[in-house]
């Protein structure tokens, strides 16, 4: 079945600076990579997802960009802010109906 | 529209114990699945469902039952509780399979004493 590596699993930052978390799947039959953000004590919550047709898309201080050849997608926060801080998860879907989570990235936003 | 609902928010079991964990969505979503959250592990899929009358196994089904009667339910059983059941279970409904966003309930936090 497909696997999903994350890295990070922490990742700490000053308020502005950027941040960056990277996943690698494995089935090449994967098509959709969405990131979930998880507030402590709180249900995940979808930020941006990037179909695999698609090499990079923005929304605002978010951007993903993905390689389909390299089996690896990325997200980028810019200028971080205290409120960005929490556990962020990559997922892989394809055609058997799953999402694939990673093990998740602690981001902490330093002010 | 109230999303997806999960209850209970919190329950404590005995070992050997059995329950449901109910889940509803009103979104007439086809997809739903369980997830069990556990610390460093990410989410992993429990089971799943694509449709009513259709069920299949995720990632980490023994020692769980699931069923689908109608679009707007999905329950979990778990059949005798043991101490490694002890998670953060969380529900999830998507309106199609493939490339749409999972819309996931509040979670229930469960502990097998």
């Known amino acids: 079945g497909e696997n999903v590596e994350q890295h990070p699993s922490t990742l700490s930052v000053q308020e502005g600076d950027s941040a960056v978390i990277k996943c690698t799947y494995s089935?090449?039959?994967?098509?959709?990579f969405p990131w979930y953000k998880q507030e402590l004590g709180k249900r995940p919550q979808l930020i941006i997802d990037?179909?695999?047709?698609?090499g990079e898309k923005k929304d605002q201080r978010i951007a993903v960009t993905l390689n389909k050849t390299a089996k690896h997608f990325s997200l980028h926060i810019t200028e971080t802010q205290p409120e960005d801080s929490a556990v962020y998860f990559c997922?892989?879907?394809?055609?058997?109906?799953?999402?694939?989570f990673g093990k998740g990235t602690l981001l902490t936003v330093n002010p | 529209n109230a999303g997806v609902t999960q209850t209970p928010k919190f329950q404590v079991l005995k070992t050997g114990q059995s329950m449901t964990l109910q889940c509803a969505q009103d979104?007439?979503?086809?997809?739903m699945s369980w997830y069990r959250q556990d610390p460093g592990m990410g989410l992993r899929l429990i089971h799943y469902?694509?449709?009513?009358?259709?069920?299949d196994q995720g990632e980490v089904p023994n020692g769980y039952n699931v069923s689908r009667s109608t679009t707007e339910d999905f329950p979990l059983r778990l059949l005798s509780a043991a101490p490694s059941q002890t998670s953060v279970y969380f529900c999830?409904?998507?309106?199609?399979?493939?490339?749409?966003?999972?819309?996931f309930g509040q979670g229930t936090r469960l502990t097998v004493v």
């Open positions: 997922a892989s879907g394809g055609s058997n109906y799953k999402l694939t």
């Open positions: 089935d090449s039959a994967s098509n959709y």
């Open positions: 990037i179909r695999s047709n698609v």
């Open positions: 979104m007439n979503h086809e997809y």
């Open positions: 469902s694509v449709g009513a009358g259709i069920t």
């Open positions: 999830a409904s998507m309106l199609q399979g493939l490339n749409t966003e999972a819309f």
